[in-house]
């Protein structure tokens, strides 16, 4: 058990709830990530919802928790998950995700545990937490009720995002809430969307607010457009995918093109695939999702990567270039200008994608390097956009909406938007309370 230092004091209140229902954000009000929020009414009921950490560097947490009995985990992105092991060791907090969620939770804390030590980062738990956390799930099925205290119940459905992602619904007595966890109600190659439901208070994550998206077979048609012109030059397209959601949807929508291609896929979103199979009913084509992986060349080997240099496409972690094969690809095959690197998620600021996209250098094992491959860039995002998060709104018909997980600079666009159409909007602040009668 290690002490919490990074966020040392916690900004939760010691104070009982008098009136109404509590909302604390402990981290992810005011940014996209490092998400966790605490509902607490005068009952004494209090459940704490995701707990992550912000993989930047150096990482920033979340406020530290207050003893809970329950956390519900809504998917297993480390910005959500990432410090949950401190809840176990800390609070021996019970964690709920779907079973999916809960499988993958395992590789994404060794590979958190990993980079901490790589980068010289402190983490805020350690192997033991880790240990007691894999033993500290209660796995739910969608639409199942479970019953928290006398007076609250909850139960998750499903958020689109990524296989196996949660919304959660709490119902207490005086209120409905539906917290969105991340969502995208478009469905994606692997994921079905999510359907909204109806609720009191709405949190909705607001990573898109203020941004639309493209349309989504387009964006793929123009993607494969790319591809194709890259291999008839004689070059390799890089993607750049993260392990859990982008790399498995690039694989599916090669396969499904029927395109003549030589896929290799290495990286960590190998083994976040396996268990993605071994869990297929969260899968929206679980057989042709599984076609697509055992058609990609899986790379286990260093002779494998070197025979990847032979490759069409090779699609690999980490989506921002900030470690992991991409950079051992990109380093041996930089100088050549018939190649490409397809980035196809969000680079943060600070990241390697970043740079490359910004400067046509990146820093690859302590060097800043010019990289001659073209560079192009595809939205094929796993989030709801600013039109999709508007009717998702309301659809559900809430008295209040609660806008986290987003930007400050374009959250208020969605606020402005949503509270034009008559929804009393509140736009939270990391460490405030918010309370609702
Ligand atoms: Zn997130
Ligand atoms: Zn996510």
């Known amino acids: 058990m290690v002490l919490y230092t990074p966020g040392r004091t916690s900004s939760y209140p010691d104070e009982p709830v008098k009136s109404g229902l509590r909302i604390h954000f402990l981290g992810g009000a005011d940014e996209v990530g490092n998400v966790g929020v605490v509902f607490e009414d005068q009952t004494t009921s ?43 060791g800390n609070h021996q907090t019970k964690l709920h995700a779907t079973t999916l969620t809960a499988a993958l939770s395992h590789i994404m804390w ?58 959660v619904e709490i119902k207490t007595p005086s209120h409905t809430i539906l917290h969105t966890g991340d969502i995208d109600t478009r469905s994606s190659p692997n994921v ?24 989504r077979l387009q964006e793929e048609a123009r993607f ?25 949807d690039i694989l599916k929508i090669l396969y499904d093109s029927g395109l003549d291609l030589n896929v290799h ?59 992991g094969p991409a950079l051992w690809y990109l380093n041996r095959l930089r100088s050549d200008d018939r190649c490409a690197v397809l980035f196809t998620g969000y680079q943060a600021e600070g990241s390697g994608g970043r740079q490359l996209l910004e400067s046509g250098k990146i820093k690859i094992y302590g060097h800043n390097v010019e990289v001659a491959c073209e560079l192009d860039k595809f939205d094929l995002s796993n989030h709801a956009g600013h039109s999709e998060l508007i009717t998702f709104a309301e659809s559900c018909n809430p008295k209040h909406v609660i806008l986290f997980h987003g930007d400050p600079e374009t959250r208020p666009i969605l606020a402005k ?19 609702i009668n």
């Open 46 to 88: 209090r459940i704490l919802i995701d707990y992550g950490l912000a993989p930047t560097s150096p990482p920033r947490y979340p406020s530290e928790a207050p003893p809970v009995e329950d956390a519900i985990i809504t998917h297993a992105h480390i910005d959500h998950i990432g410090m949950a092991p401190w809840l176990v």
């Open 110 to 167: 060794k590979d958190t545990y990993k980079v901490s030590s790589i980068e010289g980062y402190p983490l805020p738990w350690d192997r033991r937490d880790e240990d007691e956390a894999n033993q500290a799930w209660q796995t739910h099925s969608y639409g199942e009720w479970h019953q928290h205290s006398d007076t609250w119940k909850w139960r998750l459905h499903p958020a689109g995002h990524v296989p196996g992602a949660a919304m």
């Open 192 to 215: 079905n969307g999510a359907h909204p439901i109806n609720c009191d208070i709405l949190l909705l994550e607001s990573t898109y607010a203020g941004k639309n998206h493209p349309d």
């Open 224 to 248: 494969l457009a790319k591809i194709i012109e890259v291999v008839e030059r004689g070059g390799i397209a890089i993607v750049p995918a993260f392990a859990s959601g982008r790399g498995q």
């Open 265 to 323: 896929y290495d990286g960590m979103g190998k083994t976040v695939s396996q268990k993605w199979l071994e869990h297929n009913t969260h899968l929206r084509d679980s057989k042709g999702f599984e076609e697509a992986f055992r058609w990609s060349k899986r790379v286990r080997s260093k002779s494998d990567r070197k025979r990847a240099l032979d490759a069409d496409v090779i699609v690999t972690t980490s989506g921002m270039l900030d470690g």
């Open 417 to 435: 938007e949503l509270e034009a159409k008559g929804m009393n909007v509140h736009t939270p602040i990391n460490g405030q309370n918010i309370t």
